[in-house]
């Protein structure tokens, strides 16, 4: 599995994410099996959220990975927090909070990320601050970062937070392109000018946060997937085309567009089927050329200006 720096930091992880959203509909071997397929592939970087499945998905991961100090040192684990029912807190007590239990459930004496999960508009980034001291200097996380913000939520964050914000987790796909269409829209009266994330896109770039692209196969907001969807005939049959060409499935040239992009992406799939898993894998190996990479983001329906 080829690897990228996360952001600023010196740590090497897959370009593949594997997100462990949906663990908890495996039964205790499949999801044995679904994670040590993972790493046979090289995915050592498993995603985690302190919501998913009530943070029961981390407890079935640390039961499936059967957590040891020697296998801790072969895995890369991020997780998230910020959200409770009905609001999202990035208060200094929630965040300590919160990761106690992630390490507490994923059996672990620290997190290699922390992301920080929904903008919360009544974040006081003095707080932030003193969190991510306070859990830097106990060992119990590494590295931190963001899901879901624009510039200006981070540029806040960074008044206080000393810590460099490795990554930003948000929603990208074929289907889902505004952060690009925007930049190829400039100063026009269309829809796709629409500047919905404050060219989010350029931000990270420019500062060296890796995008980690979430939904990578989903259409609108979890609508459903375009790969063999009738909804999107020209889209499918480019992308068969591709695959074709490289003798790889839809699944891989659907994680290889987002990976041929120079932001240096880390999509984080979903899948908890093993072949699809490994089809995601391979995307690490191809490197779609221009002329592929634009003509599938027209066959999504995106008109160049």
């Known amino acids: ?4 720096k996360l952001g600023t930091s ?41 919501i998913y499945g009530g943070g029961a998905c981390e407890e079935i991961f640390a039961e499936a990975v059967h957590m ?39 059996n672990t004496e620290y997190l290699d990320v922390l992301l920080l999960h929904r903008p919360d508009t009544l974040v006081e980034p003095e707080e932030v601050a003193e ?8 060992g119990k996380v590494r590295h931190f970062g963001v899901s879901n913000q624009n510039p200006m939520q981070i540029q806040l964050l960074k008044k206080s937070v ?13 289907t889902n392109t505004t952060m690009i269409s925007a930049g190829f829209n400039v100063n026009m009266e269309n ?30 907001f979890f609508e459903g997937v375009f790969l063999g969807n009738e909804k999107f005939p020209e889209l499918n049959a480019k992308i ?3 695959a074709a060409k490289y003798e790889v499935s839809n699944t891989t040239i659907a994680v290889a567009w987002l990976l041929r992009h120079p ?20 995307a690490s190996e191809i490197y779609l050329t221009r002329e592929e990479w634009y003509g599938i983001y027209r066959a999504a329906g995106n008109v160049l200006p």
């Not at 599995?1 to 990228?4: E, H, L």
């Not at 296998?71 to 106690?100: A, T, W, Y």
């Not at 880390?266 to 898993?277: D, K, Y």
């Open 1 to 4: 599995m080829r690897t990228i």
């Open 10 to 50: 010196t740590l090497d992880v897959p370009v593949v994410a594997v997100g462990c959203m949906r663990i908890n509909s495996l039964d205790k071997t499949e999801a044995e099996r679904f994670v040590q397929t993972a790493l046979e592939e090289g995915a050592n970087f498993f995603e985690h959220a302190d």
């Open 68 to 106: 040891s100090a020697s296998v801790r040192e072969n895995l890369i684990l991020q997780s998230k927090c910020g959200i409770r029912p009905g609001m999202f807190d990035f208060s200094k007590e929630h965040i300590l909070n919160s990761v106690d239990g992630i390490l507490k459930r994923l």
């Open 131 to 138: 969190a991510f001291d306070q859990l830097e200097s106990s």
């Open 162 to 174: 000393k810590q460099p914000l490795v990554a930003n987790q948000l929603q990208l796909s074929i």
């Open 191 to 220: 829809d796709p000018a629409v500047n919905r994330d404050g060219s989010i896109l350029d931000f990270c770039r420019l500062n060296d946060m890796t995008i980690q692209p979430w939904s990578p196969f989903q259409y609108g």
């Open 240 to 242: 068969d085309e591709v």
């Open 263 to 282: 932001a240096r992406m880390q999509p984080v799939i979903g899948t908890m089927n093993i072949e699809r898993l490994k089809d995601c894998c391979k």
